[in-house]
């Protein structure tokens, strides 16, 4: 799964999900990505990458 821009709802959805769906977040901000980074650390997340970038320009 994609979440572009809304990177705690990225984390959301990895929970939700479980670990057999791979869930990729894509934000602009440094803060967002180090706070679900640190979201998925704390709970244990396995199916959750964050990666810097625009929506209208993904990586």
Same mark, same amino acid.
Do not use: K, W, Y
């Given at each position: 799964?994609?979440?572009? @821009?809304? *990177? *705690?709802?990225?984390?959301?959805?990895?929970? /939700?999900?479980? !670990?057999?769906?791979?869930? *990729?977040?894509?934000?602009?901000t440094p803060?967002?990505l180090?706070?679900?980074?640190?979201?998925?650390?704390?709970? @244990?997340?396995?199916?959750?990458?964050?990666? /810097?970038?625009?929506?209208?320009?993904? !990586?």
């Open positions: 799964m994609l979440d572009l @821009g809304s *990177i *705690i709802g990225s984390v959301l959805a990895a929970l /939700a999900a479980g !670990p057999a769906i791979h869930v *990729i977040g894509v934000d602009m803060v967002q180090a706070e679900a980074s640190r979201l998925a650390v704390e709970g @244990g997340l396995v199916n959750a990458e964050f990666c /810097a970038g625009h929506t209208e320009n993904s !990586p």
